[in-house]
T-cell receptor, first 112, second 115 residues
Framework: TQLLEQSPQFLSIQEGENLTVYCNSSSVFSSLQWYRQEPGEGPVLLVTVVTGGEVKKLKRLTFQFGDARKDSSLHITAAQPGDTGLYLCAGEEVQGAQKLVFGQGTRLTINP | KAGVTQTPRYLIKTRGQQVTLSCSPI?????VSWYQQTPGQGLQFLFE???????NKGNFPGRFSGRQFSNSRSEMNVSTLELGDSALYLCASSLDRTGGTGELFFGEGSRLTVL
């Protein structure tokens, strides 16, 4: 099974600051998804990136898939308290079973 | 449309008991996946069912099993519970995974505590 490592695992910053979350692997994925999970709820899909080098923007969130499709990043500009949550990256394996492999997550806290 | 529904939301069991969790996917979704979420391990894939057949399986012991019914509803069972089985069990449905990338729609989870 391919592994995904997210960093940092915990991040607490002030409102208005910028931040970047990383999702890395030594393996290639056919696609990568980012989810956000809030307390008491299941994860909700934010974006899917498929092509190496692809960049997608969702308001103040920018997602990038690495050129080699082994890593991804999530950048948040001017973070807001509403961005607080657990951010999960999930990669779809290239070979074998087509299941999503999840990173351990980044728990983000934005302080007012 | 209604989202993914998991029951029960919370339950407490003792070691050695068994538990059955239920998941009703979004109408029209034929794929159902189960994940175990713990603070230390994150989301770990248990298994996926599609059209009543187990299509993928994670690296969990045989105590963890599941099934899917003709209406796409799914159940998972854990027998001979251990303390380490305490976790949030998440069910996710999707339209069809055969084409590759598919969005997973998660339920709110069933939080199992084993005493």
């Amino acid at each position: 099974t391919q592994l995904l490592e997210q960093s940092p695992q915990f991040l607490s910053i002030q409102e208005g600051e910028n931040l970047t979350v990383y999702c890395n692997s030594s393996s290639v994925f056919s696609s990568l998804q980012w989810y956000r999970q809030e307390p008491g709820e299941g994860p909700v899909l934010l974006v899917t990136v498929v092509t190496g080098g692809e960049v997608k923007k969702l308001k103040r969130l920018t997602f990038q898939f690495g050129d080699a499709r082994k890593d991804s990043s999530l950048h948040i500009t001017a973070a807001q308290p509403g961005d607080t949550g657990l951010y999960l990256c999930a990669g779809e394996e290239v070979q074998g079973a087509q299941k999503l492999v999840f990173g351990q997550g980044t728990r983000l806290t934005i302080n007012p | 449309k209604a989202g993914v529904t998991q029951t029960p939301r919370y339950l407490i069991k003792t070691r050695g008991q068994q538990v059955t969790l239920s998941c009703s996917p979004i109408s029209g979704h034929r794929s159902v996946s189960w994940y175990q979420q713990t603070p230390g391990q994150g989301l770990q894939f248990l298994f996926e069912y599609f059209s009543e057949t187990q299509r993928n399986k994670g690296n969990f012991p045989g105590r963890f099993s599941g099934r899917q019914f003709s209406n796409s509803r799914s159940e998972m069972n854990v027998s001979t519970l251990e303390l380490g089985d305490s976790a949030l069990y998440l069910c996710a449905s999707s339209l069809d995974r055969t084409g590759g990338t598919g969005e997973l729609f998660f339920g709110e989870g069933s939080r199992l505590t084993v005493l």
